[in-house]
């Protein structure tokens, strides 16, 4: 149950090409599904991703950080 609240967290938190590239993964799709799908690389994917990912991961620690000193 906490790791489905910290994923819709995450998810929030994501940009909309992040979003809909996780849901996709989350779905069971491929990088090369989605590569496919978006007209762009594999690895375009890829790194798009995992900027898009590490930045919303990055507010979600920086929210907590915030509520734990309040």
């Not at 489905?4 to 590239?21: F, G, Q, S, V, Y």
């Amino acid at each position: 149950m906490h790791n489905r609240l910290i994923l819709e967290t995450l998810l929030k938190l994501m940009d909309a090409d992040t979003r809909r590239i996780c849901q996709w993964r989350l779905e069971g799709y491929s990088e090369l599904q989605i590569a496919k799908r978006l007209g762009i690389s594999p690895n375009a994917v890829s790194v798009r991703f995992t900027r898009g990912f590490k930045k919303a991961a990055k507010e979600l620690l920086r929210g907590k950080r915030r509520s734990k000193r309040k």
